[in-house]
Nanobody, 122 residues
Framework: QVQLMESGGGLVQAGGSLRLSCAAS????????VGWFRQGPGKQREFVAG????????LYADSVKGRFTVSRDNAENTAYLQVNSLKPEDTAVYYC???????????????WGQGTQVTVSS
């Protein structure tokens, strides 16, 4: 199995940017597709972005298209989520997950990290 650890979250002003990382240990991350999800205060966890094992198939939630970019470096065993033009409504705990295919349903992912907090101030 694979263990995932997110990092890169923090407090940022509206309009700012962060780069979130998802580092894998155990099995190689290249064996999995990676999804990014988030859970805001009082909200259900929602899909943000996903990337296939080779990086050719990418999905985004409509709310983040044009602002967020998902990528991966299989040689570094790490996936990334570049978050730009942040809005207060992007405030959430961001999670990465690994699974056999790219999809918007969290049930399609087998392994999850602990999450990293992103807080956007207005």
């Amino acid at each position: 199995q694979v263990q995932l650890m997110e990092s890169g979250g923090g407090l940022v002003q509206a309009g700012g940017s962060l780069r979130l990382s998802c580092a894998a240990s155990g099995r190689t991350l290249s064996s999995y597709c990676v999804g990014w999800f988030r859970q805001g205060p009082g909200k259900q966890r929602e899909f943000v972005a996903g990337i296939s094992w080779g990086g050719r198939h990418i999905l985004y939630a409509d709310s983040v298209k044009g602002r967020f970019t998902v990528s991966r470096d299989n040689a570094e065993n790490t996936a990334y989520l570049q978050v730009n033009s942040l809005k207060p409504e992007d405030t959430a705990v961001y999670y990465c997950a690994a699974g056999p295919s790219v999809n918007r349903d969290e049930k399609g992912y087998d392994y999850w990290g602990q999450g990293t907090q992103v807080t956007v101030s207005s």
